[in-house]
């Protein structure tokens, strides 16, 4: 991504999927690293990638609590496992 789309890149997060997100962030650790921005848009890309960062833990978080949820609607119920063992 060049510095003029990490200018640009105000776009709301929510509208980014996780992969653009994460290719997004990759980018910026890219540059950050290569030590050719201006500080200015260093810092730029800094905070954008703060949020970034923010944005995927969170997705991450709600897919593992789904995934909690589901296995958990898969898993007998201890009570149903109790029930069944007495008779």
Do not use: C
């Amino acid at each position: 991504m060049a510095d003029q789309e990490i200018q640009n890149s105000e776009e709301n997060l929510d509208d980014l999927s996780f992969k653009q997100g994460l290719a997004e962030l990759d980018q910026i650790v890219r540059q950050l690293e290569s030590g050719q921005l201006e500080l200015e848009q260093s810092l730029v890309s800094y905070e954008r990638g703060v949020k970034l960062i923010a944005m995927l833990r969170g997705r991450l978080d709600t897919a593992q609590l789904k995934v909690t949820s589901l296995m958990e609607e898969l898993a007998p119920d201890a009570s149903d496992a109790d029930a069944s063992q007495v008779s």
